[in-house]
């Protein structure tokens, strides 16, 4: 006879699915022993249950099948609850499995009981209380045809009584379906877009994630409207590499070639993308969205004209209804734009930038103590990374020295929490991420607040040893948080970190620590963390007063740093 839980875990295997994370315990100790038991799955156990939820929505976005994870009763099931957030913005498919109170004890206020299906009612597109065995195989495989469908959270309650329970004899573990046909969109809709498109004179392009899979479309139709293309952060995998039409993120990770390309053009085609900063979209435009999400159509700018259906259907219905175009000036001004800020941006990763003329004067200014300069840390990254490297990223500065200066090259995969914008991601992503081929090279750059926030579960990529590389911007900040009081003119207040030695702290726990304090120690120590065969926590001193210039500041953000800087001269931060 088939318990309950050997239902569920051999269901989770037949899918394909190999680790399952979280921490053990009470109800769903039968869950735990199913998985002892099956070969095909890997039990994960981490220190805290929200890198559980975090490396299961790591897993689901890089495969496409369940990321699965457990909380049990009461706390453990709470703390599953930002990671599962976070896989909720990202669309990654979880199958979360949560513990309760035995049967008779619901409802009473039992020690630890709080009502699951209330608890992740926001968060997830399907819960359930299995409370007869009898309904295991139906809610089960409702749970994870929800969460792959409609690329969510599906939750499945099991009480602590329910667990051990068998199920009717002969009854076959539910299968799941993952394929997700892609939608065409209709004709008058394209033509309708098309000839907006031909109408205009300047178009520029807005690409993200949703196009990764029309990349061939998109640069040939970048290619005959000579449009420069601003590429969302999660664009970046896909539309990084290979590109002569690309200028880079806009918005506060962007630069002035994206400014210069949304603001001089009169047609923006937005493709694939959810981009949230209004305040970056251009003005007086017309606008063309595609998406294969109607509900996602002009929640960010007015849209003039809709077409709904997968990016790379849509892109190509476009294509015959578009000339090619012998004028290049809009897209060469923006390229010649994108290629000076980069030049100089190139001047920071340069260990002697500070003994030059305007690195020495900069200095002066801005990094009186000599910390290295983050863009240093992250181009040397870059430089020595694998090609096909996994890179995952904390919310925060971490991300703004990625997106700058990282290539996400064809074979590169990047994860961060960036439509939930969590703290403390990187780590738990990288362990996903890990988990699933330890032979493949995962690179996070984590703040050291984000880090230190779930600090403990280090020791989870030492007892697993998962050879993850833990890049730490250890710059005694939280800086986006420090960035964002600087620039409406407050002084900065509660953000200085007080920091132990980070790689102590690693080595302590069975994670080999490097610490670099001097811009010349730092290109070797890359190398060496980047080929130590274990998990190594590269704990690198940066300067905590580097600021990241938006594509598009304002006066009023100079006028702010310049009183935030008088008031923090009067008044030591704490």
């Not at 309650?157 to 076959?172: F, Q, R």
């Not at 899979?213 to 640069?219: K, P, T, Y």
Request: hydrophobic share 45%.
């Amino acid at each position: 006879m088939t318990t309950v839980a050997e239902l569920i875990i051999e269901s989770v295997a037949e899918h394909g699915t190999t680790e399952v994370w979280g921490v053990v315990g009470d109800a769903l100790n039968p869950v735990t022993d199913a998985i002892r038991r099956e070969d095909r799955l890997r039990w994960m156990g981490v220190r805290h249950e929200e890198v559980a939820a975090f490396a299961a929505g790591a897993q689901a976005q890089l495969t496409g099948r369940l990321g699965v994870c457990m909380g049990t009763v009461g706390p453990g099931a709470i703390h599953l609850l930002n990671g599962l957030y976070d896989a909720k913005k990202s669309h990654a498919p979880v199958l979360a499995i949560c513990g309760q109170v035995p049967r008779p004890e619901i409802g009473s206020d039992f020690f630890q009981e709080v009502d699951n299906d209330v608890l992740f009612a926001d968060v997830a597109v399907f819960t359930a209380t299995v409370t007869d065995p009898a309904q295991l195989p139906t809610l089960l495989e409702q749970a994870g045809n929800a969460a792959l469908q409609q690329r969510g959270v599906a939750v499945l309650t099991i009480p602590g009584d329910v667990g051990e329970l068998e199920v009717a004899k002969g009854t076959s573990a539910p299968r799941f379906v993952a394929d997700l046909p892609a939608a065409a969109p209709v004709p008058e809709a394209v033509r309708a877009a098309a000839g907006a498109i031909e109408a205009a004179d300047h178009v520029t392009l807005l690409v993200g994630q949703g196009a990764r899979g029309a990349r061939d479309e998109v640069l040939e139709l970048a290619e005959r409207l000579g449009a420069p293309m601003v590429v969302a952060l999660k664009g970046k995998e896909g539309f990084d590499h290979d590109n002569p039409y690309e200028i880079g993120q806009s918005g506060l990770l962007g630069n002035p070639a994206t400014t210069l390309a949304l603001e001089t053009c009169d047609l923006l085609l937005m493709i694939g993308t959810d981009f949230p900063y209004k305040e970056f979209y251009p003005s007086g435009v017309t606008v063309v969205q595609v998406d294969s999400d109607g509900t996602h159509i002009g929640r960010r700018h007015p849209v003039d004209h809709a077409v709904v259906g997968d990016a790379r259907l849509a892109v190509g219905a476009l294509l015959p209804h578009v000339a090619r175009r012998e004028d290049r000036g809009h897209l060469d001004r923006a390229r010649s734009a994108y290629e000076t800020w980069q030049g100089l941006q190139q001047h920071f990763v340069d260990p002697d930038y500070e003994k030059k003329p305007a690195g020495f004067l900069r200095r002066k200014v801005d990094n009186p103590d000599r910390r290295i300069r983050p863009e240093l840390l992250a181009g040397l990254v870059d430089r020595h990374a694998a090609p096909d490297a996994v890179f995952t990223a904390d919310t925060g500065m971490a991300t703004t020295w990625l997106s700058r200066f990282v290539r996400i090259d064809r074979d590169r995969r990047l994860l961060g929490s960036f439509n939930l914008g969590s703290m403390a991601n990187a780590m738990p992503q990288a362990l996903g991420a890990q988990a699933l081929d330890p032979e493949r090279q995962v690179v996070a750059f984590c703040g050291d607040g984000g880090l230190t926030m779930l600090l403990g579960d280090l020791i989870t990529a030492a007892t697993h040893e998962l050879p993850v590389k833990l890049v730490v911007f250890d710059n005694g900040r939280l800086g986006m948080v420090k960035l964002e009081m600087e620039q409406v003119g407050m002084a900065e207040f509660g953000t200085v970190l007080h920091n132990p030695d980070l790689a102590a702290v690693a080595e302590a726990v069975g994670v080999h620590g490097i610490r670099v304090e001097d811009p010349h120690d730092l290109d070797d120590a890359v190398r060496r963390a980047l080929a130590h065969p274990g998990p190594v926590l590269l704990d690198v001193v940066t300067n905590p007063d580097e600021i990241a210039v938006p594509s598009k500041p304002t006066l009023e953000q100079g006028w702010g740093f310049a009183i935030a800087k008088v008031k923090e001269m009067a008044v030591s931060p704490e």
